[in-house]
């Protein structure tokens, strides 16, 4: 089946420095990822979409300079945290489509991100 | 205003009986496709269940069954004969318009069984 693998799965860093977190398609070809937060107990918030070789497509309210997103090429993705504060500390999930398919959603296993 | 509504932060069940996820969504698109995942305390999202806007039956997986009520927009879950690993967050989802469209979740509702 289709699977996506998405590093690290944890990380603490310090306050202003940058983080960068990896989803890789490993057997299939993901034109679109997606990139979601999720607080504790809450729902999963969808940050941005990134389509392969072209800029991301940010959502309202959503700091494109802060959450970095890079899709150069068509199994990777990767989501960059700049200047890293306490209150970017969350769970970073990313999910890919897998061509057109109604339900080829896959998702990653998540990166909890914490800053100290 | 919401897509998607999960009305029940929490729902107790015992081991062995069946359990009912409530989920409504709003759209006016008339091509759209639910879906069920549970993410258990790990994080990891699982796919349980998938209805499109035209299917003619309700969709079953196993011991998951979605109740699809177009007219009411309701796609609620059903979980037959629980069980303690089934105790997760439930989230219902929602693609609009062409597949491969950005999933909507709810908020939500944490399952908990107990033996």
């Known amino acids: 089946g289709a699977v996506v693998s998405q590093h690290p799965s944890r990380v603490i860093c310090k306050s202003g420095t940058s983080v960068k977190i990896e989803c890789r398609s490993l057997?299939?070809?993901?034109?679109?990822m997606f990139w979601y937060r999720q607080f504790p107990k809450q729902s999963l918030m969808l940050m941005a979409t990134s389509n392969e070789g072209s800029k991301a497509t940010y959502e309202q309210g959503v700091e494109k300079d802060k959450f970095l997103i890079n899709h150069a090429s068509l199994t990777l993705s990767t989501l960059t945290v700049t200047s890293a504060h306490p209150e970017d500390s969350s769970f970073y999930i990313c999910?890919?489509?897998?061509?057109?398919?109604?339900?080829?959603?896959?998702f990653g296993s998540g990166t909890r991100l914490t800053v100290v | 205003a919401q897509k998607i509504t999960q009305t029940q932060p929490g729902m107790f069940v015992q081991e062995k009986e069946a359990v009912t996820l409530d989920c409504t969504y709003d759209?006016?698109?008339?091509?759209?496709?639910l879906f069920w995942y549970k993410q258990p305390s790990s994080g990891e999202m699982i796919f349980l269940i998938y209805?499109?806007?035209?299917?003619?039956q309700n969709a079953t997986e196993g011991r998951y069954s979605l109740n699809f009520q177009k007219a009411r927009k309701s796609a609620n879950l059903v979980i037959s004969a629980s069980q303690l690993g089934d105790s997760a967050m439930y989230f219902c989802a929602m693609r609009e318009s062409q597949a491969g469209t950005a999933l909507i979740f709810g908020k939500g509702t944490t399952l908990s069984v107990s033996s």
């Open positions: 057997d299939f070809q993901a034109t679109t």
């Open positions: 759209t006016s698109d008339p091509s759209y496709g």
């Open positions: 209805q499109g806007s035209y299917d003619q």
């Open positions: 999910s890919a489509v897998r061509g057109s398919l109604n339900y080829g959603y896959t």
